[in-house]
């Protein structure tokens, strides 16, 4: 059996003083295609093995004022996104291992991702270790291919619903001709989780796909301070001093606390050729303990995207989601969106946020995106401001 090599994918996250980490990372991306050569060197018959490698970097930017800042000035943030180197084995085809190592917020060292994976049949797989549950649509796509340069901001009031959290788990995913489905349990370190997806698709034609589905989650175990607030689609807020999350629910003071909490979520997705639409409903509820009032926290977000270069995204029906553009011409890919995001906590504060945004994909490696914010919150800044403006670009290179 022949040693397969391809190249990496990475994804980066940095401030400003961290340009020398910078150089420490693109250096070792630069030999990292000299590895893999000395890899696949090797006789077969010493490592029967398959080898996979990929790496990710996205560079971003973010510039924004009013309610996205504290005194509703105009404030800046350049920043590492991420920076993700992963590998892959796999051995007698129904065996897998998989492990990626990333850098985080704090430029220390993190491992995201690290399973082993059995696939007793072609279209089931069971997979142990530190493995992302499966909840929604937009999560279960990678942000090399999301939209917009960050995930709809509904995300933030169930923020590691499919998130490992530092934890492991057991996950089962099955397919079938018109149908996907996983389910799995995770210790998250400060609590437990359950969490199911279950997905309907059709195909009628090439770059033509219609999928519905449904997700389920229940959280045991926590000891949260029930506070729920947004970066309003914009990261570079938390990397920046000057910049402010908007909070739609104040924490308690125990002993009143959370314990439980059931979240669910709906999906729909039409694909017709170049065109997109995509919609999600988000709520969570958290059971209160010690005097503390359950909350209610509800997201929506639509999505419709467009590309005059006339190409589909492709359709993984194994975990029902969209990847890359199906091709890329010479001139690249082109994509246009407009996405608008609701988020409302019962008995706290409202948000919304629209984005315009633009992407320029060019061969299988490099993407520029471009993405506009204007947002609105009942959580107002100390200047009073409610509203506020932003602009954030990404560069990204995934190998």
């Known amino acids: 059996m022949t040693i397969k090599i391809t190249a990496p994918r990475v994804a980066l996250s940095f401030k400003r003083p961290g340009c020398a980490r910078l150089r420490t990372v693109a250096a070792l991306l630069a030999l990292w295609p000299a590895a893999g050569d000395v890899l696949a060197e090797r006789p077969a018959a010493v490592n029967e093995l398959k080898w996979d490698w990929s790496a990710r970097v996205q560079v971003d930017h973010g510039r924004f004022s009013g309610v996205y800042t504290r005194s509703g000035a105009a404030a800046d943030a350049t920043y590492l996104r991420r920076a993700e180197l992963g590998g892959e084995v796999r051995w007698r085809e129904q065996w897998r291992a998989a492990a990626a190592v990333e850098l985080d917020s704090e430029y220390e060292h993190a491992v995201p991702e690290a399973f082993i994976g059995w696939r007793p049949r072609a279209e089931l797989e069971l997979r142990a270790g530190r493995i992302d549950p499966d909840f929604g649509l937009e999560p279960s796509t990678s942000t090399n291919w999301t939209y917009g340069i960050e995930r709809s901001p509904i995300w933030d009031l169930a923020s590691d619903v499919a998130d490992a959290n530092g934890g492991v788990g057991v996950r089962a995913d099955a397919h079938g001709p018109r149908w996907a489905g996983s389910a799995g349990v995770y210790d998250k370190r400060d609590h437990r989780a359950a969490t199911a997806r279950a997905v309907w698709m059709s195909r009628p034609g090439r770059g033509h796909v219609l999928q519905l589905g449904a997700s389920l989650a229940h959280a045991l175990g ?178």
């Open 222 to 399: 926590r000891a949260d301070d029930g506070r729920l607030r947004t970066r309003l689609a914009v990261r570079g807020v938390t990397e920046d001093e000057a910049g402010r999350r908007s909070t739609l629910a104040e924490a308690v003071d125990p002993p009143q606390r959370y314990t439980e909490d059931r979240t669910a979520g709906v999906e729909f997705a039409w694909q017709g050729g170049p065109v997109m639409l995509q919609a999600e409903l988000l709520s969570r509820r958290l059971f209160g303990r010690g005097g503390a009032a359950d909350r209610h926290a509800r997201g929506t977000t639509l999505l419709v995207a467009w590309s005059p270069t006339g190409t589909a995204r492709r359709h993984d029906e194994r975990r029902a989601r969209f990847g890359r553009p199906d091709a890329v011409g010479r001139l690249g890919h082109v994509e246009l969106f407009v996405r608008a995001d609701s988020l409302a906590v019962r008995g706290g504060g409202d948000a919304q946020v629209t984005t315009l945004g633009v992407s320029w994909i060019a061969g299988r490696i490099w993407r520029g995106s471009i993405n506009l914010h204007r947002a609105r919150s009942d959580d107002a800044n100390p200047a009073g401001d409610r509203s506020g403006g932003a602009v954030t670009a990404r560069v990204q290179a995934v190998f």
